[in-house]
């Protein structure tokens, strides 16, 4: 069976690396791996297949950033005219970014079967660009990779017959567990003069938190406060340094001795900032899953989640955007009072095996 795997934006790159590896270790596939070029600043892309040792990819379509509809436009040209020329079995996608559904639409369209990796999440707000991705790429895959129950029951909610649903876990957590050990390569601690739990971190990027002045400005009296009590440290997506630079955020935090920003990291020096944090804050969905699993608490700075149980079973809080509630629970956390979380079922590294498992059987059917 001959796939083609995507990848585009920066969370897809720590997915595909366990699907890949298992993927190339049987011989009943013939893979070849496109990246969409939707990242494409070092520290946005290869750094990741560096640390992570993802094989280059094979084909690059070199898309870049764009408004939606042209960069969606860009990736569905150039990859149609891949899937002429290599003709695949199956089109295998991650995630919920701008390069997943446009791909699965070109396959869809060639009716080239499509499997798509972390199915089923839905946040509800159909104001945020993933959420209309997560959407239209469920809807038209054959093959529905879930990392946990509440994903099947959206998608059965939804229509998807019960049997083109797989319950595999999270390849994210795949990853995690396999690149834990090799932190202690990592400088990244002494590089920038932080000890264990000292710090807390902080990643934000969505447009609906960035974007706009009075957002900003929010995070920053946030830190303002936190920064009094602790050091804190946030690697800006070049999304966020762009709108900091433009509403003039920089300066202010020049004010700030606490507050540190730096570029964005690789996968190796973030894991290692978060495994020995006090607390982060975040408007990821891979970081809610991620300190979670680690047990580390997680405040998301955010009116909605499509991963409700980080916050059932895990350690994230869901605060929005609220000043005065982020800084009490936040300083809770620092007191040590915080939900300590539970095992979340099939988080346990072998979620890549099981989706290959389900391919090879599918490759079987023919
Ligand atoms: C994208 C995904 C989002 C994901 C995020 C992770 C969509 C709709 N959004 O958002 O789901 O959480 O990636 O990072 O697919 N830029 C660079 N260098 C790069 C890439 C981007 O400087 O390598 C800058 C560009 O100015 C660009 C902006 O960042 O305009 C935003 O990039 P884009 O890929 O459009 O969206 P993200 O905010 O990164």
């Given at each position: 069976m001959k796939i083609i795997s995507v990848v585009g934006a920066r969370p897809n790159f720590m997915k595909i690396a366990p699907?890949?590896?298992?993927?190339?270790?049987?011989?009943?596939?013939?893979?070849?791996?496109?990246?969409?070029g939707q990242h494409y600043d070092r520290k946005m892309s290869k750094s990741f297949f560096d640390d992570l040792g993802?094989?280059?990819?094979?084909?690059?379509?070199?898309?870049?950033?764009?408004?939606?509809?042209?960069?969606?436009?860009?990736?569905?040209?150039?990859?149609?005219?891949?899937?002429?020329?290599h003709q695949p079995d199956l089109v295998l996608v991650v995630g919920d970014v701008n390069s997943t559904m446009a791909c699965s639409i070109?396959?869809?369209?060639?009716?080239i079967p499509v499997a798509h990796v972390e199915a089923g999440l839905r946040s509800f707000d159909r104001t945020m660009p993933e959420e209309i991705n997560r959407l239209i790429t469920d809807s038209i895959s054959n093959i529905l990779f879930t990392t946990c129950r509440d994903a099947d029951r959206n998608l059965?909610?939804?229509?998807v017959p019960a049997k083109k649903i797989f319950f595999v876990g999270n390849v994210m957590i795949d990853t995690l567990i396999k690149n834990k050990k090799k932190t202690a390569s990592?400088?990244?601690?002494?590089?920038?003069?932080?000890?264990?739990?000292?710090?807390?971190l902080v990643t934000l990027h969505r447009p609906s938190n960035v974007d706009n002045v009075q957002s900003l400005n929010n995070l920053m009296d946030i830190f303002a406060n936190?920064?009094?009590?602790?050091?804190?440290?946030?690697?800006?997506?070049p999304r966020t340094r762009k709108q900091l630079i433009e509403f003039g955020c920089l300066e202010k935090a020049k004010a700030l001795p606490n507050l540190t920003f730096t570029d964005p990291l690789g996968y190796l020096d973030f894991l290692k900032l978060m495994l020995n944090c006090k607390m982060v804050l975040t408007d990821s969905g891979g970081i809610q899953e991620e300190t979670s699993f680690l047990k580390i608490p997680c405040l998301t700075l955010r009116e909605n989640t499509e991963r409700p149980i980080t916050t059932t079973l895990g350690t994230n809080y869901l605060v929005g955007m609220k000043k005065n509630k982020i800084i009490k629970i936040a300083n809770q956390i620092l007191d040590g009072k915080y939900k300590k979380g539970k095992a979340i079922p099939y988080w346990d590294g072998k979620a890549a095996q099981r989706i290959v498992n389900v391919l090879l059987q599918y490759a079987k059917k023919g």
């Open positions: 699907i890949v590896e298992h993927i190339k270790k049987k011989r009943s596939f013939q893979h070849i791996l496109v990246h969409t993802i094989p280059k990819p094979d084909i690059d379509l070199g898309v870049g950033s764009s408004t939606h509809a042209n960069q969606t436009a860009q990736v569905m040209v150039k990859f149609e005219e891949i899937l002429f020329a070109v396959a869809s369209k060639l009716n059965k909610k939804e229509g990592s400088t990244v601690l002494k590089t920038m003069g932080l000890k264990k739990q000292e710090y807390v936190l920064q009094k009590r602790t050091k804190i440290i946030f690697p800006v997506h």
